[in-house]
């Protein structure tokens, strides 16, 4: 089950990142309209980044967790 960030990025990629592009079907945008898109652009950008190194982490904060375990038990 895919996890909800996972879930959040395949909503973006399918509206492409611009939720407010019904907007500019008959007026240009405005400047709260661009900061929107730019907000989604950032958030995009994100969940992108993150997702890169998601096995890193986990392998990171497995090691951390067995180094501690380790040594609460062999101190």
């Keep these: 089950m895919p996890t909800l960030y996972k879930r959040f990025y395949w909503f973006f990629v399918k509206f492409g990142g611009n939720l407010t592009s019904r907007w500019y079907l008959h007026s240009p945008p405005s400047g709260r309209r661009m900061l929107n898109t730019i907000d989604y652009q950032i958030i995009i950008f994100?969940?992108?980044?993150t997702t890169k190194f998601e096995a890193e982490l986990f392998y990171f904060s497995f090691i951390l967790h067995l180094t501690l375990i380790m040594g609460y038990l062999f101190d």
């Design 46 to 49: 994100l969940i992108n980044f």
